[in-house]
Every structure is written in structure tokens, then in C-alpha cells.
């Protein structure tokens, strides 16, 4: 005869985990409060934070944490150097991203001013930077007359 040891397993243990007092369910997350935590400690986001912020919704939570804990996947493709970790940030550069905006007198344009002032000190006269408002709207059609 063989003595099997399975038979010294007390199940009677697993059904009562912890103590009679088993109402310590703290950090459920289930309560009424509509407020969303980083769950990145250390963050300011993060509930354990002694400046703790709350996030308002949880699509900023969404946001917040792509931005500050997630690597940059959108990367725009008309400067080709932002980068950005949430796609509507991208869009919202793309509007204002590549408008050129900066010209330069002898009718270069340039989508930032840096870029204008470096091209404006390369040349070193003959070159001056104009403001695009008052150059030529190019939207406008010429109705020549002759
Ligand atoms: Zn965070
Ligand atoms: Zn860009
Ligand atoms: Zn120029």
C-alpha cells in the first residue's frame, strides 16, 4: 500500500485566504469619485504623489500617460522632426506645421522663424526678413486687363 500525499492538502485553507475581517479592500477603484491616477509611480499623476493631481476623465488619463510614459510614435511628416505620443497631437502641430509663414525678401519662404533668421545671417545682405502678411497673397487671382 501506498500512502498518496496529496492527501494532506488542506483545501479547507484556500476558501478563508485571509482573516475574518475581510472588508480591506482599499484601492478598489470602484468608488464614486470621478477622478483617474497615473499608474506610474512617481508621477504627479500618480495618486501616491503628496501632489497628487487627478486626472479628470479618462481620456486624459489616456493622454497624459502616452505623453509622459510612452515612446513617441508619431512623427510628422512635413517638419520630420516632432515627434509625438498621441496621435490628435499630432494633428493639432500638423495645422500649423508647414505653413510658411516666414519670408524672406528675395522670396524664399521658410515654416519657421529660426530658419528665416539663419538664412537671413547666412547671406549677409540682400536678404531681410519680411513679414508675410504684407508680402503678396498668393491666393488671390491676378485678373490682368490689357
Ligand atoms: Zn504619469
Ligand atoms: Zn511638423
Ligand atoms: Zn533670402
Known amino acids: ?11 479547507a485553507a484556500l476558501s478563508n485566504p485571509s482573516g475574518p475581517s475581510s472588508s480591506s479592500s482599499s484601492g478598489a ?9 497615473c499608474p506610474a509611480e512617481g508621477c504627479r499623476w500618480n495618486r501616491r ?3 497628487f493631481q487627478a486626472l479628470k476623465s479618462v481620456v486624459c488619463a489616456k493622454n497624459h ?15 520630420g522632426g516632432k515627434q509625438f505620443a498621441v496621435l490628435s497631437d499630432l ?18 519662404f521658410f515654416s519657421r522663424k529660426d530658419k528665416l533668421m539663419g538664412h537671413v545671417a547666412l547671406f ?9 502678411a504684407a508680402a503678396s497673397p ?9
Open 1 to 11: 500500500m501506498r500512502a498518496h500525499g496529496d492527501e494532506y492538502k488542506t483545501s
Open 29 to 37: 477603484g470602484a468608488g464614486k469619485a470621478k477622478c483617474y491616477s
Open 49 to 51: 504623489h503628496p501632489r
Open 65 to 79: 500617460y502616452r505623453r509622459s510614459h510612452c515612446p513617441k510614435m508619431y512623427v510628422c511628416g512635413r517638419c
Open 91 to 108: 494633428r493639432t502641430h500638423e495645422k500649423h506645421c508647414g505653413e510658411l509663414r516666414w519670408l524672406c525678401s528675395c522670396g524664399t
Open 124 to 132: 549677409a545682405g540682400g536678404h531681410a526678413p519680411v513679414p508675410v
Open 138 to 146: 498668393s491666393t488671390t487671382e491676378r485678373s490682368s486687363r490689357d
